[in-house]
């Protein structure tokens, strides 16, 4: 992914965010999650904008060249807050939400949280909170026991940066293993996981998981239906994620909802197929025009 892109900054007052900008008009936020940065965005940006949308990418929370939350909050809720904050600071008053892996989750609560401010979401690789905390798989636990290792203070912060990050490259190719990323793909990731702070953050979104899931105010939004038109894309190959989890969700969904199957993806869809990525987000747009 090219790193000449010009980085722009707002601050938020508990978070200054660092994010990429292309275009010009109704306002399209894309989210990412991790192990990414917003530079895995740019094709799809490039493309979304060139179709007449002002599309920004902020560097999630926590993540280089993002400030650490002065607080030293990343609850996903707390997230959430902070891109609906950052459609205001942006000066617009709504945007369509593209959110993968935590950024998907943001976009999900934020959209239920305020959905007069975002009308509608494009999510890829997570499910509704709901249907993937209601019906797990044993299969999918046994995917996602990484969450349960990432819960382990510094055990996993040496483990990741070890032999040039061997273990998280792994991850990755498993994750998606059809995806034939370069050294290029990966170095803005390293660079954001190789300072010992910013990966501490990223870590720190699993590890509020549990608090999260103690609220009862949270599980309220968790057990909410979507209140906003939703297009959920998920891979046929994805590793972290599996396909069978997109199955039979539409309880979930309170408006209108499109699931989409890419064929031959894994959990960067948005990198591994980027054309048709923003090929969905466009013909979404026109059925949900901002």
Known sequence: MSTEEAIQRMDL???ELAYLEHGQGPL???LHGFPDTAYSFVPVMQRIAAAGYRVVAPFMPGYAPSGLARDGDYRITTIAQDMLH???ALGERRALLVGHDWGAIATYF???MDPQRVPAVVTGAIPHLHHFLLRPTLQQLNRSRYIAYFQLRGIPERRIVADDFAWLLQLIRRWSPSWAFTEADLEPLKATL???AHL???LAYYRALPGLLASRLNWSLIRQPLPVPAKVIYGSEDGCMGAELFADQTYCFGADYEPVRFEGAGHFM???QPERFANEVLAFLA???L
Do not use: K
Request: net charge negative; proline share 8%.
């Open 270 to 272: 948005q990198c591994e």
């Open 28 to 30: 399209v936020l894309c």
């Open 110 to 112: 934020a959209a239920t």
């Open 200 to 202: 501490a953050a990223a």
């Open 287 to 289: 059925q949900h025009p």
């Open 194 to 196: 190789s300072q010992p």
């Open 86 to 88: 950052l459609i205001d």
């Open 13 to 15: 007052g508990r978070i």
